[in-house]
């Protein structure tokens, strides 16, 4: 089953990020897509020029005290950090019509459309470092 990849770089656009995560997530359910349709968010904060992986924490706090709320800010992802989203289609060959489809409609939609789409395919020249770099992240 061969794999393609489409890119997204929002910059520091948290919220038209979500909007595309939220819009990802329904189109799985509604269409039934759970391991045809993955994609993963990375983070990378900003820092003389050079782009390095931020991992960011999410932590529980029951407290309502200063604690809990540094805590909170420590886990809330700064707003300068530059946002990229890989989505993974993943469709057998005899769907080749639903892939087609889905590979025009993903980068038309909304919050996808401003965030310089990218599709990458099998024998693309960058297609080993994107399929690298999907599965490293977490």
């Known amino acids: 089953m061969a794999h393609i990849y489409l890119t997204f770089d929002f910059a520091g656009d948290e919220e038209k990020a979500q909007q595309a995560r939220h819009k990802l997530e329904g189109w799985k359910q509604a269409f039934r897509l759970d391991k045809k349709l993955l994609y993963k968010v990375e983070r990378t904060a900003p820092s003389d020029g050079e782009a390095k992986p931020v991992k960011v924490e999410k932590s529980k706090t029951k407290g309502k005290g ?3 709320a540094a805590a909170a800010e420590v886990a809330a992802p700064s707003s300068s950090d530059d946002i990229k989203l890989l989505v993974r289609l993943a469709f057998s060959g005899h ?3 639903s892939e087609q489809r889905w590979v025009e409609r993903i980068p038309s939609e909304a919050p996808f459309q401003g965030a310089s789409p990218a599709v990458v395919k099998p024998g693309d020249a960058g297609f080993e470092n994107t399929e690298k770099q999907f599965e ?3």
């Open 95 to 97: 769907e080749k019509l």
């Open 136 to 138: 490293e992240l977490a």
């Open 66 to 68: 200063k604690a809990g």
